[in-house]
């Protein structure tokens, strides 16, 4: 039974992943995520795992793969219930001041030298 504070679980949609040697497979989508470098979403692909005795069972394999690279849409389905994270937008204070350095291993000589952590004080 649902509560009023529980979310369901999410329902994949068919979505075609490319793979290697040209080969293309139909999967379950499961959710996208927006990264600095661009977006990978969540699949499903279908396989199979050892059952009872000698027996063969469906199974589901889930990874991350590279969008648009290794994914297409399916004609027809809709994306817009896939659970989506996206990155959250820079701070003014970080558009202004940039990429923070990191803050060990680091020194001021003019500009920011990498340092081996192990020459650390």
Do not use: K
């Amino acid at each position: 039974m649902m509560t009023p504070f529980s979310t369901p679980e999410p329902v994949p949609v068919p979505i075609r992943v490319l793979l290697p040697g040209d080969q293309e497979v139909v999967a379950h989508l499961w959710a996208g995520r927006q990264v600095p470098d661009g977006w990978r979403h969540e699949v499903g692909l279908p396989a199979y795992r050892n059952g009872p005795g000698d027996s063969g069972e469906p199974a589901e394999y889930r990874v991350w793969v590279r969008a648009p690279e290794h994914v297409r849409p399916v004609d027809g389905v809709s994306y817009d219930a896939v659970p989506t994270d996206y990155l959250e937008p820079p701070s003014p204070v970080q558009e202004a001041l940039g990429p923070r350095r990191p803050s060990r291993c680091c020194r001021w000589s003019g500009r920011w030298t990498r340092l081996s952590c192990d020459s650390e004080p």
